[in-house]
């Protein structure tokens, strides 16, 4: 049997539906279905129950995407096994992160990581929490790092870092010269946020509400280097990673003189996770990366 038939199956099994499957696997509809047959006739069983509205698995089809998850899994530490016992000559790691994480933090120490470790190679993809967290589930990615603990059973999680937020505000605000803001001081003022997705209404608008504020949010905007040019503009104050701040410190020698971080209170943080599959060896060079990171992110502290 060849893996790509598991991969064909896991697909239908995952979009309950020949057409879509055969539109993301790039493949004829009839093709496919062809290759299904074929895979049947292999187990000597049927796999699909066919609806109106799409495919079911039968119960033979449900065992298969059990046992296949765990097939495909284990070709891929083996493969990747090779490859760090240097047969290949090169160790290869994929893995997803958190979109602040890409931007702020892996400048910091990637570009030295990979110049201490040329026979590795690396895939990085940002994404949300929950987007890593389902390419990590599913064999896509071999770890991930999120914003939140997902508190699921097939994922161990280790503690990374604590991200925390500050107020950038323009050098020329009355507020620039103090040491702390109270966040009670925002009522009413004009506020620009990055997100009113689940991460703002389960991490940002609690605190507003147990301080009994309500700012007045003017623009959104899903970027934090086009918000740092708003608050450069006048058009208000935003809550940011100070990870962020930091980052753009060595990158323009001037944003100190327009722009400021103040810290506020209470304090507003959120705990950057590692998570991988509890039935998935990590690799030795997502270990040499995974000490690598855990060191630089060490010295943050």
Same mark, same amino acid.
């Given at each position: 049997?060849?893996?790509? =038939?598991?991969?064909?199956?896991?697909?239908?099994?995952?979009?309950?539906?020949?057409?879509?499957?055969?539109?993301?696997? /790039?493949?004829?509809? +009839?093709?496919?279905? #062809?290759? @299904?047959?074929?895979? !049947?006739?292999?187990?000597?069983?049927?796999?699909?129950?066919?609806?109106?509205?799409?495919?079911?698995? $039968?119960?033979?089809?449900?065992?298969?995407?059990?046992?296949? !998850?765990?097939?495909?899994?284990?070709?891929?530490?083996?493969?990747?096994?090779?490859?760090?016992?240097?047969?290949?000559?090169?160790?290869?790691?994929? =893995?997803?992160?958190?979109?602040?994480?890409?931007?702020?933090?892996?400048?910091?120490?990637?570009? !030295?990581?990979?110049?201490?470790?040329?026979?590795?190679?690396?895939?990085?993809?940002?994404?949300?929490?929950?987007?890593?967290?389902?390419?990590? =589930?599913?064999? /896509?990615?071999?770890?991930?790092?999120?914003?939140?603990?997902?508190? /699921?059973?097939?994922?161990?999680?280790?503690?990374?870092?604590?991200?925390?937020?500050? =107020?950038?505000?323009?050098?020329? /605000?009355?507020?620039?010269?103090?040491?702390?803001? +109270?966040?009670?001081?925002?009522?009413?003022?004009?506020?620009?946020?990055? $997100?009113?997705?689940?991460?703002?209404?389960?991490?940002?608008?609690?605190?507003? #509400?147990?301080?009994?504020?309500?700012?007045?949010?003017?623009?959104?905007?899903?970027?934090?280097?086009?918000? #740092?040019?708003?608050?450069?503009?006048?058009?208000?104050?935003?809550?940011?990673?100070?990870?962020?701040?930091? @980052?753009?410190?060595?990158?323009?020698?001037?944003?100190?003189?327009?722009?400021?971080?103040?810290?506020?209170?209470?304090?507003?943080?959120?705990?950057?996770?590692?998570?991988?599959?509890?039935?998935?060896?990590?690799?030795?060079?997502?270990?040499?990366?995974?000490?690598? @990171? $855990?060191?630089?992110?060490?010295?943050?502290?």
């Amino acid at each position: 049997m060849q893996l790509q =038939l598991l991969e064909y199956f896991q697909c239908i099994a995952r979009l309950g539906n020949f057409t879509k499957a055969a539109q993301e696997l /790039h493949i004829a509809q +009839p093709a496919l279905s #062809k290759q @299904m047959a074929r895979l !049947e006739n292999e187990i000597g069983t049927e796999l699909f129950i066919r609806t109106g509205r799409g495919i079911k698995l $039968t119960e033979a089809g449900n065992r298969l995407l059990f046992h296949s !998850e765990r097939i495909l899994a284990d070709w891929e530490m083996a493969s990747r096994s090779i490859k760090d016992l240097g047969l290949s000559g090169r160790g290869y790691v994929r =893995l997803a992160m958190y979109p602040t994480f890409v931007w702020y933090m892996l400048p910091q120490f990637l570009p !030295e990581f990979v110049s201490c470790n040329e026979s590795i190679d690396l895939e990085i993809e940002q994404g949300l929490s929950e987007a890593v967290l389902d390419w990590v =589930l599913g064999h /896509h990615m071999e770890a991930g790092i999120v914003t939140a603990s997902v508190s /699921h059973p097939q994922l161990r999680e280790l503690p990374l870092h604590i991200e925390e937020f500050g =107020l950038l505000i323009p050098s020329s /605000h009355p507020w620039s010269c103090r040491d702390l803001v +109270p966040l009670v001081e925002l009522h009413q003022q004009p506020l620009i946020l990055s $997100t009113l997705n689940r991460w703002y209404e389960s991490f940002i608008l609690p605190l507003f #509400k147990q301080l009994a504020i309500q700012p007045q949010v003017r623009l959104v905007v899903h970027q934090y280097d086009v918000i #740092k040019e708003l608050v450069r503009a006048n058009l208000g104050v935003a809550l940011i990673p100070a990870n962020a701040y930091r @980052m753009w410190q060595r990158t323009e020698t001037s944003i100190g003189s327009e722009l400021t971080l103040v810290p506020i209170d209470p304090p507003l943080q959120r705990q950057l996770l590692w998570i991988e599959r509890h039935d998935r060896t990590r690799s030795d060079a997502c270990q040499l990366f995974l000490d690598y @990171m $855990t060191a630089y992110l060490n010295t943050e502290r």
